[in-house]
């Protein structure tokens, strides 16, 4: 394991027409490492992720991926260096099948080109055969392999959720950034969730970056815990220093809905 | 000089019949995020109109120009009729590229059933105006320019006060802003929806007037091209926003008529008038990736 | 957990290749003995072209799913390129004569033709970048008109000139070689490329830019390059089409590639369905060789079509075929009472 964080992030921020929505963002990420990041609605959580991901380029700061500067890239750049993300409001690719869902993710992996595609060659059966297989082994690991020619609008919610962040493993990422993966879930499907999670992270070795509204769901899994308000970092820590912050208490109680 | 200002009308004299054509677009997209292809072709149903009543008005001792009536009657009928017959059960499906489809598909239907009704060839529209030209500091304009350009501002300014000052007109900017809000507010949308497109089809048959006083002819495909035009200064100004399309239409049509003037000259001979079609839709590409949203718009990017 | 092989599981090509060679066998034939004349070789030809302009229109508008209005200038670009290539090679004397030399005259011409077509399709592929829906469609067909304006003024091309103005004439004179037998296999090799294209990575991350471009990105697709691909590849098809045309028909208006024979192609792919190619491929051929039938009817035609292309909107927005393929071994295992060919992956139950 090596000392360069998996990700980090440098005073990173960002503003649209004058309100800054993330401002001064810090963060580290080790190797293995699960940490959580929570806030109140509306506190900039997802624009920390789409800064992440590259759908936004930041307007001030640094992002580093395993040390390498990240700044400008595309969001397909930024999978390339390892990182790979669920959306908030499940965006699977709906009139796909579950398993094209997953070979998509794959697609930076494939060897063959234009030509091999147009004619099949070899390589094409070679490598189509490898991401069928690939795409299986990750479905099965969510118990998805037997809905695999299943048109994915088809699934029931939590399935699809879980559709979503195999997706994101089939890239091959360092690090993992799950938004709100357990929105819309009732209790016994998030304890699933939550099993999965800890699942992939000790299958995988990855690092996890989870954002979450609902605290007490994060207290429970995550190692660290960064947490935001209006852009802005509030606190960070452990889970009993994070809750027993009067800054995150006053969030909390003076903006929750 | 005396050349450039008479190409300075007849730009103005277009651009408004443009901007006409536009608002109709504009005001449509706006309510239902949908490029109504049609809407060009109201424009023959207008010019067909007329050239079967003016006749009639003018028989009854009547002024040309009150045949407009007619015109507007049966492009709101048409209008109506065709949101009523394909758009809306489409719509109701909730898919995009079928509106598109729907529209293009409608375009094809009014043109080719104007065909079969009144065959390919040209049909000669009366005269509509009756006014000598006017000699202004050695310059003589003509008298339909003038009267054209007149009609199109005043149209404009009573619209954009429609628009703005009447409880409709803010019904209409509601529903373009927010459908699923407006119903809450107690907006009856699909009614709005219909006086959209009856406003729009009304102000085609308007433009159409002013058209066939400029050139006195109706064909089966004389909307297709116009419309397109039309929709270029829609884009232009901004889709969706009233004053935009005014800004967007006179905008193309000053572009065609110097275009068509100067660019002989102007490019050493290399470009001629017959590419001022080409420049129009150059215009609208070099717009749509430099700024969508138009002169007026603002940019909104997706949620994520 | 048994995980199929993939290969096996696909259809077996070599039933398809059997119908395809007996086809021509037939179409062989039936030239021989006359009961095709000059005449029905040219409907059937016109048949060829129409399938590799739908087939090509549906890469862009079934699987990226973005309507194309201007499919039609790419033809004319494969056109007329290929035309003055043939016509400047006879004039200098290359390749001239029946057989060989004119089959290789004409097929460097239409695939030149076709690589022209294809500079331009990433020319539009480029404002695709940052539009889609109905403002791209519209820029496609700005494009259309911007070409049609440009060659009907290019003196090389018929036209009057750029210094002249004025409506272009047709340009004529072009060797009339393409012919039934060699357009017929060049229609199956472009089918059969476009469809080793649609089931290849390629399709798999069109069809996922066309669900959702933000999420195609966020799991590693490169949208750019993959949407100016499709535009690429879909032009240079219809480039190839192009260059059939012309040495068929033998003389060149731009008329023939007007906005509403764009429209006309996308009325093809909307028929067949969206995304299913062989729906192209059936829709092309019936809406192409229909007219043929009803000429009595010509003036009600488009009236018709526009009339059905509402309806079908309306009533089966997916089209004839869907997204589904309509393939041979299935139609012959049905036939035959083996069921469904296919074998249902997914691994065994737990």
Redesign the interface.
Known sequence: MSDTPVLKTVNLGINFGGLKAVDDFNIEIMQGELVGLIGPNGAGKTTVFNLLTGVYAPTEGDIFISGKRVNGLKPHQFVAEGIARTFQNIRLFKQMSVIDNVKIACDQSIKYKLGGGLLHSKLYWDEEQRVHEKALELLKLFNLDTKADFVASNLPYGQQRKLEIARALATDMKILLLDEPAAGMNPVETAELLDSINMIRDKFGIAILLIEHDMSLVMNVCERITVIDYGRTIARGLPSEVSNNPDVIAAYLGTDD | MAVFVQQLLNGLKIGSVYALVALGYTMVYGIIKLINFAHGDFIMVGAYTLVFTIPLMVASGMPAWTAVIFAVVACVAVGVGVEKVAYKPVREKGNRMSALITAVAMSLFLENLAQVLFGASPKTVSNIFKISNITVGGVTLNGNTIITIIIGVVVMLVLQAFVQNTKMGRAMRAVSEDREASILAGIKVNQTITLTFAIGSGLAAIASLMYCAAYPQAMPTMGSMLGLKAFVAAVLGGIGIVPGAMIGGLVIGLVESLSKAYLTTLTGGVLTSAFSDAIVFGILIVVLLIKPAGILGKDVGEKV | ?I?P???RKAKNPLVNLIGIIVAFAVLVILVRTGVVSTYISGILMTICISIIMATSLNIATGFL?Q?A?GHCGFMAIGAYTSALITKAMANSNILVGAGAPNFFRFLIAIIIGGALAAIFGMLVGI?AL??K???L???T???G??IR??I??LKFCGGNG??????GQALVGISRISNIYVVYWITVVCVF?MY??V????G??L??IR??D???????????YYKV?AFTFSAFFAGIAGGIFAHYIGSLSINNFT??KS?EY??MV?FGG?GSLTGSIVAGGILSALPEALRRFA??R??V???A??VV??FK?TGLLG?REFSLTNVLSRFFGKGKAEI????Q??
């Open positions: 957990m995980i092989n993939i290969q799913g309507i209005l404002p940052r539009l829906g109905d403002y469609a519209i820029i067909l700005g494009f008109e911007i304006v440009v009907q003024n750029l210094s002249q103005g004025a409506a490329l080793c294209f089931r290849s990575r390629y798999r991350a069809m996922a669900e959702d933000v999420s195609s990105g966020a799991t590693g697709l490169n949208v750019t691909l906005f509403m429209v996308v009325i909307v969206m003036e009600y488009m009236l079509y526009s009339i292309l509402i909107v309306i927005p997204t249902k992956d997914g691994g139950d737990e």
